[in-house]
T-cell receptor, first 113, second 113 residues
Framework: GENVEQHPSTLSVQEGDSAVIKCTYS??????FPWYKQELGKRPQLIID?????GEKKDQRIAVTLNKTAKHFSLHITETQPEDSAVYFC????????????FGTGTRLQVTL | KAGVTQTPRYLIKTRGQQVTLSCSPI?????VSWYQQTPGQGLQFLFE???????NKGNFPGRFSGRQFSNSRSEMNVSTLELGDSALYLC????????????FGQGTRLTVV
C-alpha cells in the first residue's frame, strides 16, 4: 500500500521567516496531495492541495510543489506568523479523490516572536 | 451551511465492550471516510462509505466496521474494545469525486479503560 514519509517532525522558525515541510510517497499511482493544518484540540483543516497534473500551486503565503519523478511534494509557508503554529500533515491518495488518504506523521511548526 | 458533525464528542468504555460512533456529513456529500488518530500511529484510514456502500477499506481488524444510511449519515462500530483502541476517531465528508476536498468533523475521543 501507499506510504508517506514526512520531515521534519518539528520545526521552529522566527516570525517572518519561511518554513518548508517535505513529504515523499511510495505509490507512483498517487494523484492527489492535500495538506492539512491541525491546531491543538481542533479538527484537521485543508490549507492547500495539488493534483498530479500540476507542478506547483500557490495561495497567498502558502505554496505546494510536486515532483512526480522523485515522488515528493513540499509545503512552503512564507512570512510566517504566530497563528501558523500548528501540526501540519501531508497526505496522498491514488483514488484521485479525497476519500482515502494516507497521511504523513505530521510536522509540529512553532513560530516564535 | 452546517459542517461535519460527530457524536458523541467523548466516550469512556471498558475493555471488551462495543461502541458506536456517528458522523453526519455536510449536506449533499455522499462520501464519508473514517480515520483513527493516535500519538504513536498518526492518522490512519479505516474505511470509506459512498452511497451506502463501502468503497475503500484500510488495514484494521474486523472488529472495526461501519455503515452508511440513505441520508449519508455514517456510523462506525468497534466491538470487543481493547486498550489500544483509545484514540481520536475522525470522520471526513466529501462529494466523493475527483474535484473536491474532504472536510473533517471535530472527532470523537474514545478512551478504553
Amino acid at each position: 500500500g501507499e506510504n508517506v514519509e514526512q520531515h521534519p517532525s518539528t520545526l521552529s522558525v522566527q516570525e517572518g521567516d519561511s518554513a518548508v515541510i517535505k513529504c515523499t510517497y511510495s505509490d507512483s499511482a498517487s494523484n492527489y496531495f492535500p495538506w492539512y493544518k491541525q491546531e491543538l484540540g481542533k479538527r484537521p483543516q485543508l490549507i492547500i492541495d495539488i493534483r498530479s497534473n500540476v507542478g506547483e500551486k500557490k495561495d497567498q503565503r502558502i505554496a505546494v510543489t510536486l515532483n512526480k519523478t522523485a515522488k515528493h511534494f513540499s509545503l512552503h509557508i512564507t512570512e510566517t506568523q504566530p497563528e501558523d503554529s500548528a501540526v501540519y500533515f501531508c497526505a496522498a491518495s491514488w483514488t484521485g479523490t479525497a476519500s482515502k488518504l494516507t497521511f504523513g506523521t505530521g510536522t509540529r511548526l512553532q513560530v516564535t516572536l | 451551511k452546517a459542517g461535519v458533525t460527530q457524536t458523541p464528542r467523548y466516550l469512556i468504555k471498558t475493555r471488551g465492550q462495543q461502541v458506536t460512533l456517528s458522523c453526519s456529513p455536510i449536506s449533499g456529500h455522499r462520501s464519508v471516510s473514517w480515520y483513527q488518530q493516535t500519538p504513536g500511529q498518526g492518522l490512519q484510514f479505516l474505511f470509506e462509505y459512498f452511497s451506502e456502500t463501502q468503497r475503500n477499506k484500510g488495514n484494521f481488524p474486523g472488529r472495526f466496521s461501519g455503515r452508511q444510511f440513505s441520508n449519508s449519515r455514517s456510523e462506525m462500530n468497534v466491538s470487543t474494545l481493547e486498550l489500544g483502541d483509545s484514540a481520536l476517531y475522525l470522520c471526513a465528508s466529501s462529494l466523493g469525486d475527483t474535484t473536491t476536498e474532504a472536510f473533517f468533523g471535530q472527532g470523537t475521543r474514545l478512551t478504553v479503560v
